[in-house]
């Protein structure tokens, strides 16, 4: 291999990512001198320069002048430290014993072999540093926003690039169920987790995580990133609903109006970003019987029952109030449950009484047939107690309904006045 193509060979090195010039000349130093060792049987007399700007290496032996003597009779003369008077003066007449000569070694004299075997190891240690130099610079970032763009789409995860070309992985599992990429989209997420996996790193991204929503909130709320406002815990059903609870030390500060912003201003991007997530931000407080209230929102309680030692909350509330507290697909009650830490279990109330209390028929949309409520409502029942007060035969004759299904709806609509 010519002393061009070596060179050559080695200055792709130079632009490496993620690795500084100094350690990059190091590991080329330690490499050449490795050779060294192996073919001179040491590397005390070698002086290497690296020049990583230009990807440009230089050898030089250093030998110790000699008398012609010593270099002919003496055992303790070794080739690669000393040069005979003569020999040194063939290089320079002037040199003298005792003076040392430095000659260049050229890059073509460790063979075809031992310069290929050298570009080997040289790659693989500067690709080793380079994989622990990313594994490092990410290890930092968890729980750092991202943005990346998508390279790959699979099943079941999404590769993405970064801006230095380092790929990344988000897990179908981290992604929010409306989440729709396609090769070259701009993805923004949270690094999550961050190993290494086969010698290399693998970097995990989520846009699931409750730590996401939190990034997200300090990005738009600068209260929040000065400090001046605190995130005390957030849950998330990713892509349907999540709560927020916050708290600030400043009476001046209102701290959920400054997260929604003026009209709704600072949550409506953080709202788009997480595909229409409905958001709840809350007062945090240390009541817990208010921080249970304000985590049912927007249901208003009549009364709380709480068990502190069982982490249980009995919930009263008026009837019209129940789906509200319970929320589409059962998402508001089970983060406020999360988000509060209680069980909590919801029950209807009156202030006049069970004897008075009366409930919508829709309220029993998950027992009765919604074919029979429809046929019930068209005479003009559209109450629990406006059915049971209903003469039977009247019922049956009116409604149309048979007299099996007319019991069963009594059976149904009663028990829950028992209970």
């Known amino acids: 291999m010519e002393t061009s193509n070596l060179i050559e060979s080695f200055s792709e090195f130079k632009d490496v990512k993620n690795i500084n010039k100094a350690t990059l000349m190091s590991i080329i130093e330690d490499t050449f001198r490795s050779v060294l060792i192996k073919r001179f049987g040491s590397d005390e007399n070698f002086d290497i320069i690296v020049n990583p700007d230009k990807g440009d290496v230089e050898i030089y032996k250093n030998r110790t002048v000699v008398d012609d003597e010593f270099a002919e009779d003496s055992f303790d003369y070794n080739e690669n430290m000393h040069i005979s008077l003569t020999q040194a003066q063939k290089i320079d007449a002037d040199f003298d014993i005792g003076e040392e000569v430095s000659e260049k070694v050229k890059l073509e004299d ?154 709704g201003s600072r949550i409506h991007g953080i709202v788009r970003e997480l595909k229409n997530e409905n958001i709840d931000v809350i007062n945090f407080t240390s009541n817990q019987s208010l921080l249970i209230q304000r985590a049912l929102s927007p249901a208003k309680i009549t009364t709380i029952k709480l068990d502190e030692d069982q982490k249980r909350a009995e919930v009263f509330l008026k009837p019209d109030q129940i789906s509200l507290a319970i929320g589409k697909g059962g998402y508001n009650i089970k983060l406020a449950g999360r988000l509060t830490g209680f069980e909590i279990d919801v029950y209807r109330d009156s202030e006049m009484g069970a004897e008075t209390e009366d409930v919508d028929l829709e309220e029993f949309a998950d027992e009765i047939d919604s074919e029979i409520l429809d046929a019930l409502k068209s005479i003009g029942c559209d109450t629990a107690k406006s059915v049971l007060e209903m003469d039977r035969e009247d019922l049956l004759k009116r409604a149309n309904l048979t007299e099996e299904v007319v019991e069963e709806v009594i059976s149904i609509l009663k028990s829950e006045f028992e209970n």
């Open 110 to 263: 460790f063979g075809r072999r031992a310069v290929l075997s050298l570009r080997q190891n040289l790659a693989q240690r500067i690709l080793e540093l380079e994989k622990a130099e990313i594994f490092n610079k990410y290890k930092e970032k968890v729980g750092d926003v991202i943005t990346a763009e998508v390279y790959q789409v699979w099943k079941k995860e999404i590769l993405l690039v970064d801006d230095d070309g380092n790929e990344l992985i988000l897990p179908k599992t981290e992604q929010i169920p409306s989440d729709f990429f396609k090769k070259g989209d701009a993805v923004k997420s949270v690094i999550t987790q961050v190993e290494m996996r086969g010698g290399a790193p693998l970097i995990t991204v989520s846009r699931t995580s409750p730590v996401f929503l939190e990034r997200l909130f300090e990005n738009e709320v600068p209260e929040i990133f000065d400090g001046l406002i605190t995130i005390k815990k957030i849950v998330r059903e990713p892509g349907e609903r999540a709560k927020v609870a916050v708290e600030s030390y400043d009476d001046r500060i209102d701290p959920v109006g400054a997260c929604v912003g003026m009209k």
